[in-house]
């Protein structure tokens, strides 16, 4: 396990929709050793302020080994906010990599679900995987929640986009997509494909039902609060699927087996 | 008395700490709750740079804790209702002491339980057991239903808890007072007479948060403990208060995130500090304030912590 606390130059901050932006941070630490579906707490108080008081977790969207580490993510509150004020020149606090994050294992086709910013952790991942073997699927109420696009058709073979409002690709749910597509075809014939999820939890948990329905492994990404990111304040529990123990997003996930948890 | 020299060309700072019978090499110590069993973070902080840590609450078994959602986020404060998660008494020697007595920090056991006798079977089982400097007993606990908080609201309780866990134990016994009182003082001086070798205060403030969307509390548990920059005052207030009421050595906690922060408690009274909350913010927070602490005690020409206090 290698963590890193770090105060990285703003490369580059974009605002891709409304409320969406793409921040590219020089983190070179964090980058060489963060894996798919991880994430980093982020520092948004100015000028190391204590309000908001705690670090801000986004999801690592996709990390370079020259030290690029990028986050797509929605204004929700204050803190994100104040982070979308800054840009190239500034810095920001980053801690991270931190959590357990997916963990391809041999399949057939790996199919990337993402809803609206759930997308975030999908595109490191899809590069990390062999691009023909990749199916992802974007979903959001309208085009504009459907971020960085292009990036994703560049990682994968193929791109499905679902909006409700049908600005986009197909009309529907990213489950209409799901229901449509062919899960046989894949360069290793026979092989049985794999989900990986990360998106609202109704949408997570009727793709969960659609692979499980399948037999089809599926693994989710899930965001929870948080205060510290490490595993030390035991504040981000989830629900397990046993009666055991309570697992913990920070440490335990962010990614999960779909059977690991609760689904209520 | 301090004991700690650093090797410098020029005079340091004497930061260390005797207190109650414990050899700190600083005053800084990590709160109980915030820094796990400390292995958790030990990549990101220098444990042996602090003076020590206060591991996360032992109860006799296994707790599973609170539902969820545990947590919320309050302008400069964290309110939670973690319910004292924590592997239990057997596991923490086996799994968590083998690590914990390699690291050259002082190491001090916070202890809890549902009755008397719950903390007094915890208080033995820990004692003489190697690299265990320390109890802290949580009788301040917002979270749970039974023991904590209900132990310490009552002056005659904490006293009882108190005495019976001084007659199981050579190690030192360091009382942890919650702020949910009337009058702090009269509990101070209740487990002072009981025996109790140092007081720790303040433990978390009861509070809670609803969610106007949904309309119900925004904690499972309803309520939750607050901590944070937004207690800071109120926990030196009660510092203060409570300094000046018992003998025995305090340590301050409450909100320190900055050496500035821990400096107003020295001034207050405290003899340490305990970081908190500014470890799960910025987990290199304790060893900054370290720093800072001798950075300002050079600076001022103070060669002993207790030099500080406001007579």
């Not at chain 1, 080994?65 to 982070?83: Q, W």
């Not at chain 1, 062999?130 to 193929?158: K, N, P, Q, W, Y």
């Not at chain 2, 690299?131 to 006293?159: H, R, T």
């Not at chain 2, 208060?241 to 922060?261: M, N």
Request: overall charge neutral; proline content about 6%.
């Amino acid at each position: 396990m290698s963590r890193y606390s770090a105060t990285c130059h703003i490369i580059d901050q974009v605002r891709l929709a409304q409320d969406i932006f793409h921040l590219v941070v020089d983190a070179p630490d964090i980058a060489r050793v963060a894996r798919p579906g991880q994430f980093c707490m982020l520092a948004t108080a100015h000028g190391g302020g204590l309000d908001p008081l705690l670090r801000r977790p986004l999801s690592i969207h996709d990390a370079w080994p020259s030290g690029r580490l990028e986050f797509l993510y929605r204004v929700v509150g204050k803190g994100t906010d104040l982070l979308s004020q800054k840009g190239p020149g500034e810095t920001v606090c980053v801690l991270g990599p931190l959590g357990r994050g997916f963990r391809p294992e041999p399949c057939g086709k790996s199919i990337l679900v993402g809803g609206g910013l759930g997308a975030a952790p999908l595109l490191f991942l899809a590069r990390s995987l062999d691009r023909m073997d990749v199916t992802v699927i974007l979903g959001g109420r309208s085009i504009h929640e459907i971020a960085r696009l292009d990036a994703f058709e560049g990682a994968a073979g193929e791109v499905l986009v679902t909006t409700e409002d049908g600005s986009r690709g197909i009309k529907g749910l990213v489950t209409t997509a799901l229901e449509r597509l062919d899960i046989s075809s894949s360069s290793h014939t026979d092989a049985i494909p794999c989900v990986f999820a990360c998106g609202p939890w109704p949408m997570m948990k009727a793709v969960y039902a659609w692979a499980t329905a399948k037999g089809i492994a599926i693994q989710v990404s899930l965001e929870t609060q948080m205060a510290c990111g490490t595993g030390v304040c035991l504040g981000c529990a989830i629900r397990p699927s046993t009666q055991g123990r309570y697992l913990h997003t920070c440490k335990d996930g962010p990614v999960f087996f779909g059977t690991e948890i609760d689904w209520g | 008395m301090p004991y700690f020299e650093q090797k410098s060309t020029r005079p340091l700072p004497r930061t260390g700490v005797d207190l109650a019978g414990i050899k700190f090499k600083n005053p800084v110590i990590l709160a109980s709750g915030t820094c796990g069993y400390g292995q958790e973070i030990d990549d990101l902080l220098d444990l042996e740079l602090l003076g020590g840590i206060v591991v996360k609450g032992i109860s006799l078994g296994e707790r599973r804790g609170n539902p969820p959602p545990r947590i919320h986020e309050t302008p400069c404060g964290l309110l939670n209702a973690i319910g004292l998660e924590n592997v239990g008494l057997e596991r923490f020697l086996s799994e968590k002491m083998p690590w914990l007595r390699k690291i050259d920090t002082a190491v001090i056991v916070n202890i809890l339980g549902n009755s008397a006798e719950e903390y007094v079977q915890i208080a033995r089982s820990l004692d003489r057991v190697p690299g265990i400097d320390g109890i802290e007993v949580n009788i301040s606990c917002p979270n749970v239903k039974a023991g904590g908080i209900a132990f310490g609201a009552d002056p005659a309780l904490a006293a009882e808890i108190t005495r019976r866990i001084k007659t199981v134990t050579s190690l030192p016994v360091i009382v942890k007072l919650s702020p949910n009182v009337t009058d702090i003082t009269v509990i101070a001086r209740a487990v002072e007479g009981a025996g109790a070798d140092a007081i720790s205060l303040i433990n978390t403030l009861l509070g809670m948060a609803i969610d106007v969307k949904n309309k119900r509390p925004v904690l499972a548990n309803i309520f939750g403990g607050l901590s944070g920059p937004a207690i800071k005052p109120i926990a030196l207030r009660m510092v203060w208060q409570v300094a000046r009421a018992v003998e025995i050595p305090v340590i301050g906690i409450g909100g320190i995130s900055t050496s500035q922060d821990a400096i107003e408690f020295f001034m207050a009274g405290a003899s340490a500090i305990q970081v908190g909350t500014a470890t799960l913010v910025n987990p290199g927070s304790a060893a900054e304030i370290v720093a800072g602490i001798a950075s300002f005690m050079d600076k001022e020409g103070i060669s002993d912590i207790s030099q500080m206090r406001i007579p």
